[in-house]
C-alpha cells in the first residue's frame, strides 16, 4: 500500500514544458496523433498558444540593478534555490541588491513570467527553456548557468515479467507528460531497440500522466514502467513494488545530461551583468558548499520544503535520489541539443530542425569560474 505521504506530496516537475508548444500552425506529425491525449491535449496547447511566451511583453525600462527576482521550484534539481534562497545565502551574494523569489510548480509559467518581465531569471528543466527561445525567434532569454545533471531513471514493477529490453512487447510504460524530456527519452529507447508504439503500429503502449499519479498506476499494475525524474524513481522503488531497471546517465556521455538550469531574460543580462555576475558567484558557492555537505544539505533543504509546501520528504528518498543525480553549474551544452533533436525526430517539433545556436551565455558563468580557479565550460 502506497503510504499517504507519496498520495498526499504533489512535486510538479519542471519537466513540464511541452515540446509541442512550438508555434500555433504547428503541432506534430500524423503519426503522433495520441488518441489517448485527444481533446486535452489539444485544449491544453491552445491554452498555452494563446498565453506564453509572449515576447512583446518585455519592457527592458521596467528592470532594475536594485532588485533581482529569481523563479524556481520545491524541487530537489533546483536545491541550489531551494536553500540559497530559503537560509539568506544569494541575500548575502547579492549584497545591496534585492532578492525577490516566486516559486513555480510549471515550466511553461515560469517562462511566461520571465518573458513577461515577471522576474529576471529563473531555475527550469530544458523544454521550457528551448520552448521560450524558439517562440520568441531566439530573442526572450538564454541560459547562462546548469543547475542539476541526471536524476533521471526508467523503473519498471518487479512483477512485469521484464527482464531485458526484448520483453517489451505488450507493455504499458507511463511518462510525465506528453512530448516532455523523459517522454521524448523514452520513445527514442524503445525505437532504438526495436519497437513502435501503438499509435505508429506497435506494441509498445506509452501513457503520459502526472508523477504522483504514476505512483498510484504502478501499484495497482496498471502500467509496467515509468521514465520518470527524482525523487519519483526512488518513490516508485520504495513505494509502488518498483526497480530501477535504467539509470538515464548510462546513455549519455560521461553520464551527464541537463535536468536543470538557469535561464535569464535577454534585456536584464545585457543591462544588468553586474547583478548576474553576483547572483551566479552565489549559485557556484551554493553549489559547491551542497557537494561538500551531504548530508547537512539535506536537512536544510528539507527544512525549507516544509516552510514552501507544509510537507517534507523522507530524507532516504533525498538521498538516494541525489546519489543519481549531480548538483552543478555545467549546462551540458551537448545534451540540450541532442534533447532537440530527439524531439525534432519524433515529430514533436515541427518540419524545421531547431536553431539553438545563440541560446547559451556562459560569459558571466566563465568569468565567475576563472576567478575561484575552477574550470571554466567551453
Sequence with gaps: ?????????????????????IDSDVMMKPGLKFAIAGGIIIAVIIISLTTHYDIRSVNSENTSSDVLRIGYFANIN????????GNGDFQNGLGDVKVQSQVF????????ALIANR???????????????????????????????????FVIRNDSGITNV????????ASPQLGNTQDVALRSYILKNGYKTTENGGNVTIIPAKTADIVTMMSKKDIDGAWVPEPWGTILAKQANGKIFLDER?????????????VARTDYLNSHPDVIQKFLEAHVKETIWINNNKDESIKIFNDQIQKLTGKTIPNDVISEALSRMEVTYNPVKSSIDKSAND???????????PDL????????LNKVLQEQNLTTIP
Design 1 to 21: 500500500m502506497i503510504d499517504s505521504f507519496y498520495t498526499r506530496w504533489k512535486i510538479e516537475s519542471e519537466e513540464s514544458g511541452d515540446w509541442i508548444i
Design 78 to 85: 533546483h536545491i541550489q534555490a531551494v536553500i540559497g534562497i
Design 105 to 112: 510548480d510549471a515550466g511553461p509559467s515560469a517562462i511566461e
Design 119 to 153: 522576474i529576471d531569471v529563473a531555475y527550469v528543466g530544458p523544454n521550457p527553456a528551448i520552448n521560450g527561445y524558439l517562440k520568441s525567434d531566439g530573442q526572450a532569454l538564454r541560459i547562462i548557468s546548469g543547475a542539476s545533471s541526471g536524476g533521471v531513471v
Design 166 to 173: 526484448h520483453d517489451f512487447a505488450d507493455k504499458k510504460f
Design 250 to 262: 548510462d546513455l549519455w556521455p560521461n553520464g551527464e545530461f541537463t535536468t536543470a538550469l538557469i
Design 343 to 353: 524531439a525534432y525526430s519524433l515529430g514533436f517539433l515541427g518540419d524545421e530542425k
Design 357 to 364: 545556436s545563440n541560446i547559451f551565455d556562459l560569459t558571466i
